[in-house]
C-alpha cells in the first residue's frame, strides 16, 4: 500500500528488530516501524555490481511522508544512473572537519617548515568560523567572505590568511577529501609597496655609538646582524658550535630556506664575539643557557632612545635645528636591509642578493 500520513500512523512493529513496509506507490521506498513507536524511512536498492544497499532519508515527526519520498527518490534517481548514494553518505561521514583537518595540516608541515606561528594563526583565525564544518560543506563563497572581512582592514594579513587556507585545502584536495579547492584564485587585496626604508651613514654610525651601552651579548646579537645581514631569528638562535673563527664563516642550521647555510662573517664582528664568556651553546645567551634569547625588543627601543638623545644634543652644540626624521620608523629588520645596500654599492646586486641568501 502506498505510504502516506494516515496509512503510517497504523504501522505496527511485528518484530523485535524492527518491521519493515514498502511503498507502492515508489518502489524502493520503504517505512520501518520499531517498538518504540518509531517510525524510519529509507531508501533501498541494488547497485550495478549486486549489492544491496539502504540509504536512511529520515524519521516520522523530523520529516514528513511526502518530504522522505521525495528524497528516497532522488537516492533512487541517483542509483539508476550507476550511482552508489550509499557509499557517497559514507565518504562525507567520514570527511574531516575543518578543525581536525587543520590540526592534521599542521602536523604534517612540522619539519618541512621553520616557522609555523603564522600559519597557525590564520589557520585558527579561520577555525573560530569554521571549526565543526566538514570541508566539503565550506565553498568559495564562504572563504571569499572571510577574507574580506579581514582585507576590510589589514590588506596584507589578507592575503597571507589566503595563502595560508588555500594550501591546507590543497592538501586536502590532494588526498581526494575534498573535490576541489575553495580558496583557489580567489583575487588578492592590493598591498602597500614593500619597506624600503635602510639607515643613512649617521643614523649607522650613532646607532652603533649607543650600543657600547649594552651588555656584551646585546652588542653580539646587533654584531651579527649590522655586519652578517642576519635576521633576528638567525642571529639569536646562533650556536658557537656552528661558528668557525679560523674560517670566518656561521653555519645557519636553521634559516627561513629550511637548508642549512654557510654564511661569512667579517673580522669586526669576530672581534666582538671572541670577547664573549661561552655560557651557553648560543652565542646570544638568553636568560636559560639551553634556549636562545626571546627577542631584543627593549634593547633596540633603548639604542635608538639613546642614539636620538646624542644626535639631539649634537646637533644643539653646533647650533643646528633638530633632524627630522632621524631614526624613526626603523624597524630591526631594516639593518639587513641596510647591510645589503652597502654590499651593493661596495660588490653590485648580485653579491648582496647572495649574502642575504635571496631567492630570487
Same mark, same amino acid.
Given at each position: 500500500?502506498?505510504?502516506?500520513?494516515?496509512s503510517?500512523?497504523?504501522?505496527?512493529?511485528?518484530?523485535?528488530?524492527g518491521?519493515l513496509?514498502?511503498d507502492?506507490?515508489?518502489?524502493?521506498?520503504?517505512?520501518?516501524?520499531?517498538?518504540?513507536?518509531?517510525?524510519?524511512?529509507?531508501?533501498?536498492?541494488?547497485?550495478?555490481?549486486?549489492?544491496?544497499?539502504?540509504?536512511d532519508?529520515?524519521?516520522l515527526?523530523?520529516?514528513?511522508?511526502?518530504?522522505?519520498?521525495? $528524497?528516497?527518490?532522488?537516492?533512487?534517481?541517483?542509483?539508476?544512473?550507476?550511482?552508489?548514494?550509499?557509499?557517497l553518505?559514507?565518504?562525507?561521514?567520514?570527511?574531516?572537519?575543518?578543525?581536525?583537518?587543520?590540526t592534521?595540516?599542521l602536523?604534517?608541515?612540522?619539519?618541512?617548515?621553520?616557522?609555523?606561528?603564522?600559519?597557525?594563526?590564520?589557520l585558527?583565525?579561520? $577555525?573560530?568560523?569554521?571549526?565543526?564544518?566538514r570541508?566539503?560543506t565550506?565553498?568559495?563563497?564562504d572563504?571569499?567572505?572571510l577574507?574580506?572581512k579581514?582585507?576590510?582592514?589589514?590588506?596584507?594579513?589578507?592575503?597571507?590568511?589566503?595563502?595560508?587556507?588555500?594550501?591546507?585545502?590543497?592538501?586536502?584536495?590532494?588526498?581526494?577529501?575534498?573535490?576541489?579547492?575553495?580558496a583557489?584564485n580567489?583575487?588578492?587585496f592590493?598591498?602597500?609597496?614593500?619597506? $624600503?626604508?635602510?639607515?643613512t651613514?649617521?643614523?649607522m654610525?650613532?646607532?652603533?655609538?649607543?650600543l657600547?651601552? /649594552?651588555?656584551?651579548?646585546?652588542?653580539?646579537a646587533?654584531?651579527?646582524l649590522?655586519?652578517?645581514?642576519?635576521r633576528?631569528s638567525?642571529?639569536?638562535?646562533a650556536r658557537?658550535?656552528?661558528?668557525?673563527?679560523e674560517?670566518?664563516?656561521?653555519r645557519?642550521?636553521?634559516?627561513?630556506s629550511?637548508?642549512?647555510?654557510?654564511?661569512?662573517?667579517p673580522?669586526t664582528?669576530?672581534?666582538?664575539?671572541?670577547?664573549?664568556?661561552?655560557?651557553? /651553546?648560543?652565542?646570544v645567551a638568553?636568560?636559560d643557557?639551553k634556549?636562545?634569547?626571546?627577542d631584543?625588543?627593549?634593547?633596540?627601543?633603548?639604542v635608538?632612545?639613546?642614539?636620538k638623545?646624542e644626535?639631539?644634543?649634537?646637533?644643539k652644540k653646533?647650533?643646528?635645528?633638530?633632524g627630522?626624521?632621524?631614526?624613526?620608523?626603523v624597524?630591526?629588520?631594516d639593518?639587513?636591509?641596510?647591510?645589503?645596500?652597502a654590499?651593493a654599492?661596495?660588490?653590485?646586486?648580485h653579491v648582496?642578493?647572495?649574502?642575504?641568501?635571496h631567492r630570487?
Open positions: 500500500r502506498k505510504l502516506t500520513a494516515a503510517v500512523k497504523t504501522l505496527a512493529c511485528r518484530h523485535p528488530g518491521t513496509y514498502g507502492s506507490a515508489l518502489p524502493g521506498f520503504a517505512a520501518v516501524a520499531y517498538e518504540s513507536g518509531a517510525i524510519h524511512f529509507r531508501a533501498r536498492f541494488t547497485t550495478r555490481d549486486g549489492q544491496r544497499r539502504k540509504v532519508v529520515g524519521r515527526g523530523v520529516v514528513t511522508v511526502e518530504e522522505a519520498r521525495e $528524497a528516497a527518490r532522488r537516492i533512487l534517481s541517483q542509483a539508476n544512473l550507476g550511482e552508489d548514494p550509499a557509499a553518505r559514507e565518504k562525507v561521514r567520514a570527511t574531516p572537519t575543518f578543525g581536525s583537518w587543520r592534521t595540516y602536523s604534517r608541515l612540522l619539519g618541512r617548515r621553520i616557522r609555523l606561528s603564522d600559519t597557525t594563526r590564520y585558527s583565525l579561520a $577555525a573560530e568560523r569554521w571549526g565543526d564544518r570541508l566539503h565550506i565553498t568559495r563563497a572563504v571569499e567572505a577574507y574580506q579581514i582585507g576590510e582592514e589589514h590588506a596584507t594579513s589578507a592575503n597571507r590568511f589566503l595563502a595560508a587556507v588555500s594550501a591546507c585545502f590543497a592538501m586536502a584536495v590532494r588526498e581526494a577529501l575534498i573535490p576541489t579547492n575553495p583557489a580567489l583575487s588578492k592590493k598591498e602597500n609597496p614593500a619597506r $624600503a626604508r635602510v639607515l651613514p649617521e643614523e654610525s650613532r646607532l652603533v655609538t649607543a657600547q651601552d /649594552e651588555d656584551e651579548h646585546t652588542r653580539a646587533f654584531a651579527l649590522i655586519g652578517s645581514g642576519l633576528l638567525e642571529a639569536l638562535r658557537w658550535e656552528d661558528l668557525d673563527s674560517a670566518g664563516t656561521l645557519l642550521t636553521r634559516p627561513k629550511g637548508r642549512p647555510e654557510v654564511i661569512p662573517v673580522q664582528t669576530l672581534a666582538v664575539l671572541s670577547r664573549l664568556a661561552h655560557d651557553s /651553546e648560543f652565542i638568553g636568560i643557557p634556549k636562545p634569547r626571546v631584543l625588543k627593549r634593547a633596540w627601543k633603548r635608538l632612545t639613546e642614539a638623545k644626535e639631539a644634543l649634537s646637533r653646533k647650533g643646528e635645528s633638530a627630522k626624521g632621524f631614526l624613526e620608523n624597524h630591526i629588520h639593518l639587513r636591509r641596510s647591510f645589503g645596500l654590499v654599492r661596495q660588490s653590485g646586486l648582496a642578493s647572495r649574502l642575504l641568501r630570487d
